[in-house]
C-alpha cells in the first residue's frame, strides 16, 4: 500500500532538526545518570560466570568442591542444578533470544567461552575468586571457529523460504557485453561490539514477580523472554534499562547469562547481580561473523551493467544466521542483470548476531572496492563510475521508485568538500615527505526499517508533559529528539517535558534495531503530540469557549499560546484546564503501511511486531551516503593513517542536527577500526578467540581520526513515516571499509580484498 | 582476585626487607601490575608501594660527572617532558612521549617501565593453562605466578606480535616496553639497593633471555627485595643526536610492532659512534650490535644502513604470522638512521 504524508515540515516546526543537546548530558557527565549497574539494589549478591576453555565437547564432571568452601559463597549453579525453563524461541521464530542453544540446559560444549556454571556470592571479589577454583572437566574433540581455514565446512545456500535468491536480466549478455569486468573474494573478519558498558544483569523477584536491570535495546522483547522462560504472565515481568553505554546490537536479543541470572536470583531469594567481563563479551554473545563476498561485476561505456554477488557468512553450528546484504548492493546501482545468493558456514562459535550496519558492513567492502577495481580498469573517474550508474529512477531489482534517493546528491555534495576534483588515476603519485598519500570513495547504503510503535503522553494544565514509552536510548538522543517534536507540536518549553524510556512497563515497542527506532517511535509521538493538540483544540473550540468557532485547522501553538486565523488567542494552560481534571491523556501510535494489523496485535506481548524493509509493495526505501577518504602509507613502516575524512549522508528529515551527525561521524569512525584494526583473531588450534580484550583488540582512538566531517544532505521524504525522517544510526560505518581500502590502493598501488589492512601488507610499498 | 595485604614503605631499605619476603612484590605506580593482578598472572600475598618514599635520588633527574641519572620514581611523563633530557638524551624522551597514554605516564614509574611483562596474549590470560598438558603444580616464581611448572609452553604458540631476536623454540614472547631500548643501546647501569645493600649492573643484563630462563618466573636478574633505584646513561655525542622510531598499529596508545632506538656521531662522513636498540622484535630489550659493527667506521649510505638493518635480523626466527616484523625492523633501523641524517650533527 502507497504509503503518502503531510510530513512535519510543513508545519513550519522550527525547532525539529535543531542541534539541542542530549537531555540527559549533564546527569551522565555528573554521574547521576543511571545505567543498569547503578540501580542499587538492597541485599544483592554478586554473580560470575565460569566459561568453557574448550571449543566443543562433552563435559564429563564438574568439581564445585573447592568454590563451595570459599567463605561467603550462595550458589554454583551448573546444568546439574539449573531449574528447567520454558520455551526458549530465538527471535527468527517468535521469541527474544539470540541463539537457539542454551548452554546449562546440557552437558554439551559447543563453543569456547560457553557458560559452564555461574557462581554467586556475598562480594564481587568472592565470586570472581571462587569461579577460578570451578574445575569443569571437558572431553574435547577438534573444532572450527573460523570460517577462513583449512578444514572449514562447506558454504550452504541460505533456503529459497527464508530468502529467495536475486535474479535480475540477462547475466549472459551483461557479461558478455561489457569492456570490463573484474572478479574477486573479499574477505571480513570476525568482530566484536566492545561497547564500553558491559553486559550485566540484575535480578530482583519479589512477591513472585521478576525485576530484572539488562542494558537492553528491547525491554519489551527481553520481558517476553522473561516471562516464557519462567513462566510469568508478561505483567509480573519488568525490564528496566534508562540508560545504556553503547550497544551496537548486542543488547537486543536476550542472552543466556540473563535468564541465568535470574534463575539463580529466584533459587537464592535474594537479588543477583552479574557483571559479565570483557573478555567473557567475546563469547557468551553475539559478534559480526566473518564472511567472504565472491564478486563479479561489468562495465560498459563507463557504466555499471552486470553485478553478480554471493556472500557467504559465518554462522553457529545450531543456528543458521544470515545477514542478507547482497539485497543492498544489488539496488545501489542500475544493473541491467543481477544474479544474488547468500550462503553460511557452520563454525564452532556462538551464534553470531547483529553489529552496527551488519549486513552491509562486509558486503559493502566487497563491491564498492570491486567497482573501485572496475573504475580504475575501465579508465573511468570511480566517481563518474557510479554516478553513470544512479539508481535514482527506480529499485533495478523490484522495478518500484524511491520513496527519495539521496545517493548522486550525496555523491556530489561529498566529491565537492572533499575535493575529489584533486583525484589523479596514479598511484604513488602523492607523495608527502615519508608518507604516500591516495584519496578513495565508496557509496554507503542503508535500508529503511520502520516498524509499529507506541507512546504515552501527558499534559497537565501547568503545561508540564510525561512522554514515555518502553522505547530505548543508547546515547544516541531519543530522550532529546522525542522531547524536542513533543515541544515542538505543542508549543510547550522543552524543560516542562519528562520523557521516560526504557522500562517495559510504558507502552510497547519494538527493539532499537536497524536503525528504526527514531522513524518509528518519533512517528508514534508525533502521533501522541497530535492527539494532545486536537483534544486541546477541540476543548479550545466548543461553544462558549475562548476560540469558539475558529479553523480548527489553523490553530498555531508557540510559547504556550494558542491562535486562531482570526488572531484570537487562548492560554494553553488554560485550555487544558478545561479538561477533565486538568489532564490529557492519550497513547500515540504508528504503524507502517506495509505492516499487517495481525502482526501488530503481537507488539505488547513480544515486542516484535513486524517490520517495514527496504522494499515495500509500493517504494524502494533507503538512506544513502558517499564516503571520501585520504589516507597517508609510510613508506618504510608501513603505518596506514586516515588524516581526513568526508562523508555526505541524505536520510530524510534531520531530527536533531548534532545527534544525527554524532551517529554519522561515529560509525565513520568505527569505518577506519572496522577496516584497519579490528579483527577477533583465532587459535585455530584450539578454535579459541585469542584477542578477547581491550588491550588487543584495537580500536581508533582520537590521534587516529584528526578530521572527521558529516555533511547531512536535506532530503524531502513523504512516504516513509509522518516525520519525513529516515534511519541514520547504521548509515555512517556502510562505506567507509571500501573507501580506505581503495584509498590505500591509491597511495601505495597495493590491493587488499582482505580486512583488516595492516601495516604488514603495506611493506612492499 | 585473591586478598592481598598494602603496605606502604618508610625507608628504602624497609621496602627492601619487606620485599624480599615471600609472596612479597614492590608497587610503583601499579599501571600493569594490578593489571596483571586482575587478570590472575601476578598473585602477591603482600605488595610493598614505594612511591611514598621522599628520597631525592628516586626521584631527580640530574647531570653529574658526563652521566644522566634517572631516579627509579621518576614518573614517566616527568622525564618526557625534563628539557635535559630532551636536549642530551632525545632518544629517552621520545620513546616516553610514544609510550602508552598521558593518563598512565603520569601514573607510571620509570622503574616500573622496565619491570614490566611481556603483551603475549598466553601470557596474561591463565585461562590457556586449562588447556594446557600435564597436571598444575606450584613452583615458586617472581610475583608467584601460574606459569613456574612450565606447562605454558605447552599450549602457547607465535602470534603476530611476537618476537623475531632471542626467542626458544616455546617461548617468543615479546618484550614491549619503550623506554628500555634507550637504555640498552646506550650502555646504561642500573643501582639497585637490595636486603644485603647496594650494587649496579649493567642494563644489558637486566632481562633474562628465554634460553637462560630457569622458568617463567625467571624474568629479570633481580634478587627477592631488590629494588632499582636509578638509572645511569653515560652521555655522549651520539646519545645527544637519537630518536627513536616506532611502529605501531594505532597512531596513539599502542605498543610497538617494531622499534628502534638510535643514536649516530659523526666524523665528517664517517660513523664515529652508533647504537641500534631493537624493541618490538625481541624477547629482552635488544641491542643490535651486529648492525652497528656494519655502520661504524664508514659512510651512512642508503647501502649501508640496508647492509646495517639486513645485519640485524640475521638470525632472525619468523613464524607465519610475525615474518613481517624482518622487513619491519629493518625499515624501522633505516627509518631512524634516515632521520638522524636529517638532523643537525
Ligand atoms: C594500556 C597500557 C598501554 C601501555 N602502553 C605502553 C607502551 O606503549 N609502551 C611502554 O613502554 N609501556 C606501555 N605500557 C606499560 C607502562 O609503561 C607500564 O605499565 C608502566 O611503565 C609500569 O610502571 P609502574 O610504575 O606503574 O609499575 P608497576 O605496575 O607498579 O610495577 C610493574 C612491575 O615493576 C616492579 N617494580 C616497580 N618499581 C620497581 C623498582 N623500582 N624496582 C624493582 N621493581 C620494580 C613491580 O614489582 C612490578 O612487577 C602500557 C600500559 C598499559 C596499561
Known amino acids: 500500500m502507497a504509503e503518502t504524508y503531510h510530513v512535519v515540515r510543513d508545519v513550519n516546526l522550527p525547532l525539529i532538526g535543531k542541534g539541542v543537546p542530549r537531555m540527559e548530558s549533564r546527569a551522565k557527565v555528573t554521574g547521576a545518570a543511571r545505567y543498569a549497574a547503578d540501580e542499587p539494589l538492597a541485599g544483592a549478591l554478586h554473580a560470575t560466570l565460569v566459561t568453557s576453555a574448550h571449543a566443543k565437547g562433552t563435559l564429563t564432571a564438574i568439581d564445585t568442591r573447592a568454590a563451595e568452601a570459599v567463605p561467603g559463597m550462595r550458589l554454583v549453579l551448573t546444568h546439574r542444578n539449573m531449574p528447567a525453563l520454558g520455551d526458549l524461541a530465538r527471535y527468527t521464530t517468535g521469541g527474544a533470544m539470540q541463539s537457539s542453544f542454551f548452554p546449562l540446559a546440557s552437558t554439551e560444549i559447543r563453543y569456547a567461552g560457553q557458560i559452564v556454571a555461574l557462581v554467586v556470592a556475598d562480594a564481587p571479589e568472592t565470586a570472581e575468586e571462587a569461579a577460578k577454583l570451578v574445575r569443569p572437566r571437558i572431553d574435547g574433540v577438534a573444532a572450527t571457529a573460523s570460517m577462513h581455514v583449512d578444514g572449514a565446512a562447506e558454504p550452504v545456500p541460505v533456503p529459497e523460504d527464508r530468502l529467495p535468491p536475486i535474479r535480475v536480466g540477462d547475466m ?50 527481553t520481558r517476553a523472554a522473561l516471562a516464557t522462560a519462567f513462566d510469568l504472565p508478561v505483567s509480573r515481568v519488568r525490564v528496566l534499562s534508562r540508560h545504556v553505554g553503547g550497544a551496537f546490537g548486542s543488547k537486543g536479543a536476550v542472552l543466556n547469562h540473563t535468564l541465568v541470572a535470574c534463575a539463580a536470583a529466584r533459587m537464592l531469594g535474594r537479588p543477583v547481580a552479574l557483571y559479565v567481563s570483557r573478555s567473557q563479551m567475546f563469547t557468551v554473545g553475539t559478534m559480526r561473523p566473518a564472511a567472504t563476498q565472491r564478486i563479479r561485476v561489468a562495465v560498459r ?78 579508465g573511468v573517474n570511480p566517481l563518474d563510475l557510479r554516478l553513470n550508474s544512479s539508481a535514482a529512477g527506480g529499485d533495478s531489482v523490484s522495478g518500484l521508485p524511491w520513496t527519495s534517493h539521496g545517493l548522486d546528491e550525496c555523491l556530489r555534495r561529498g566529491a565537492e568538500a572533499f575535493g575529489w576534483s584533486d583525484w589523479q588515476p596514479e598511484t604513488r603519485a602523492m607523495r ?42 543508547m546515547g544516541m538522543g531519543t530522550y532529546t529528539i522525542v522531547r524536542q517534536i513533543v515541544a515542538a507540536e505543542l508549543g510547550v518549553p522543552q524543560d516542562g517535558i519528562a520523557v521516560d524510556l526504557g522500562d517495559s512497563d510504558h507502552a510497547p515497542n519494538s527493539v532499537a534495531g536497524g536503525a528504526r527506532q527514531a522513524a518509528s517511535f518519533g ?179 582520537n590521534a587516529d581520526v584528526p578530521s572527521v566531517e558529516a555533511i547531512l544532505v536535506e532530503e524531502e521524504d513523504r512516504h516513509i513515516n509522518p516525520l519525513g525522517a529516515k534511519g541514520v544510526g547504521e548509515l555512517g560505518i556502510t562505506g567507509v571499509n571500501a573507501a580506505i581500502a581503495n584509498a590505500v590502493h591509491h597511495a601505495t598501488g597495493i590491493r587488499r580484498r582482505d580486512a583488516p589492512i595492516r601495516m604488514e601488507h603495506m611493506l612492499g610499498a | 582476585m585473591r586478598t592481598f595485604a598494602y603496605e606502604r614503605a618508610t625507608s628504602l631499605a624497609q621496602a627492601a626487607e619487606r620485599a624480599s619476603e615471600p609472596g612479597a612484590m614492590l608497587y610503583a605506580g601499579g599501571t600493569t601490575m594490578l593489571d596483571l593482578i586482575k587478570l590472575g598472572v601476578y598473585r602477591p600475598q603482600r605488595v610493598i608501594d614505594i612511591t611514598f618514599l621522599e628520597d631525592p635520588a628516586l626521584r631527580t633527574i640530574e647531570v653529574a660527572g658526563g652521566t644522566l641519572r634517572l631516579g627509579a620514581l621518576v614518573k614517566m611523563n616527568q622525564a618526557a617532558e625534563d628539557a635535559t633530557v630532551k636536549d642530551r638524551a632525545p632518544v629517552l624522551s621520545e620513546s616516553l612521549w610514544l609510550a ?85 643501546a646506550f650502555d646504561a647501569v642500573i643501582e639497585i639497593t637490595g636486603p644485603d645493600g647496594a650494587r649496579e649492573m649493567p642494563f644489558a643484563d637486566l632481562h633474562v633471555r628465554p634460553a637462560d630462563k ?65 624493541g618490538g622484535v625481541a624477547t629482552v630489550p635488544w641491542r643490535a650490535a651486529a648492525a652497528e659493527d656494519v655502520l661504524r667506521g664508514g659512510p651512512l649510505t642508503e647501502e649501508t644502513m640496508r647492509a646495517a638493518a639486513e645485519a640485524a635480523f640475521a638470525d632472525a626466527v619468523t613464524h607465519e604470522a610475525n615474518a613481517f616484523k624482518v622487513p619491519l625492523g629493518r625499515n624501522v633501523i633505516v627509518q631512524a638512521l634516515t632521520t638522524l641524517t636529517r638532523m643537525e650533527g
Open chain 1, 172 to 221: 549472459d549478455a551483461a557479461f558478455a557485453g561489457a569492456d570490463t569486468i573484474v572478479e574477486g573474494e573479499w574477505r571480513t573478519p570476525i568482530q566484536h561490539h566492545n561497547p564500553i558498558e558491559l553486559w550485566f544483569t540484575a535480578a530482583e523477584w519479589r512477591d513472585g514477580g521478576l525485576t530484572a536491570h539488562v542494558p537492553s535495546q528491547w525491554v519489551t522483547g
Open chain 2, 214 to 278: 630457569a622458568n617463567e618466573g625467571d624474568y629479570a636478574r633481580l634478587a627477592p627485595g631488590e629494588v632499582i633505584t636509578a638509572f645511569r646513561v653515560p652521555l655522549s655525542p651520539a646519545l645527544a643526536r637519537s630518536t627513536y622510531v616506532k611502529a605501531r598499529d594505532r597512531a596513539s596508545y599502542a605498543f610497538a610492532n617494531a622499534s628502534a632506538a638510535v643514536g649516530l656521531e659523526m666524523d665528517g662522513d664517517a660513523v664515529a659512534d652508533v647504537r641500534i636498540g631493537l
Open chain 1, 301 to 378: 561505456d563507463g557504466r555499471l551493467t552486470g553485478l553478480e554477488h554471493t556472500q557467504i557468512g559465518q554462522t553457529s553450528r545450531f543456528d543458521t544466521f544470515f545477514l542478507p546484504g547482497t539485497e543492498q548492493t544489488t539496488r545501489l546501482y542500475a544493473w541491467d542483470a543481477i544474479r544474488a545468493d547468500e550462503a553460511t558456514v557452520a563454525t564452532d562459535v556462538n551464534t553470531p548476531g547483529f553489529m552496527r550496519a551488519p549486513a552491509e558492513v562486509p558486503t559493502l567492502f566487497g563491491l564498492e572496492s570491486a567497482i573501485d577495481e572496475a573504475a580504475w580498469a575501465a
Open chain 1, 523 to 701: 512517528s508514534a509521538v508525533l502521533d501522541a503530540a497530535r492527539r494532545v493538540r486536537s483534544r486541546v483544540i477541540e476543548l479550545a473550540l466548543a461553544e462558549g469557549r475562548p476560540l469558539a468557532g475558529a479553523d480548527p485547522t489553523e490553530i498555531a501553538f508557540a510559547d504556550g499560546v494558542m491562535t486562531a486565523s482570526d488572531g484570537r488567542t487562548a492560554r494553553l494552560s488554560e485550555v487544558v484546564g478545561l479538561a477533565p481534571f486538568g489532564v490529557i491523556e492519550v497513547r500515540g501510535t504508528w504503524v507502517p503501511a506495509a505492516v499487517g494489523m495481525k502482526s501488530v496485535m503481537e507488539l505488547y506481548r513480544s515486542g516484535n511486531a513486524g517490520i517495514a524493509g527496504m522494499v515495500t509493495d509500493a517504494y524502494a526505501r533507503a538512506a544513502f551516503g558517499a564516503n571520501f577518504v585520504e589516507v597517508a602509507v609510510h613508506t618504510r613502516t608501513g603505518e596506514i593513517r586516515v588524516p581526513r575524512m568526508v562523508g555526505a549522508f541524505a536520510f530524510g528529515r534531520v531530527l536533531n542536527e548534532r545527534t544525527a551527525r554524532s551517529q554519522l561521524t561515529g560509525g565513520m569512525i568505527w569505518g577506519v577500526g572496522s577496516v584497519l584494526h579490528e579483527a577477533t583473531e583465532v587459535d585455530h588450534r584450539y578454535a579459541r578467540y585469542i584477542n578477547g580484550d581491550l588491550g588487543e583488540y584495537f580500536v581508533p582512538v
Open chain 2, 100 to 184: 602508552a597514554t598521558q593518563q598512565l605516564r603520569h601514573m607510571a614509574t620509570l622503574g616500573g617501565n622496565v619491570m614490566q611483562r611481556t603483551r603475549d596474549t598466553y601470557f596474561r590470560h591463565p585461562d590457556w593453562l586449562d588447556l594446557a598438558d600435564g597436571d598444575a603444580a606450584e613452583v615458586e616464581t617472581y610475583g608467584n605466578t601460574p606459569y613456574g611448572d612450565g606447562r605454558l609452553t605447552t599450549v602457547r604458540q607465535p602470534t603476530r606480535l611476537s618476537a623475531v631476536l632471542g626467542t626458544t623454540e616455546t617461548d617468543t614472547a615479546s618484550y614491549p616496553g619503550d623506554f628500555a631500548q634507550g637504555l640498552v
Open chain 1, 432 to 473: 608527502r615527505g615519508d608518507w604516500l598519500h591516495g584519496y578513495g570513495l565508496a557509496s554507503a547504503v542503508y535500508p529503511t526499517y520502520t516498524a509499529p510503535a507506541t507512546a504515552d503522553l501527558r499534559l497537565g494544565s501547568d503545561l508540564s508533559a510525561t512522554l514515555t514509552g518502553a522505547a530505548h536510548d
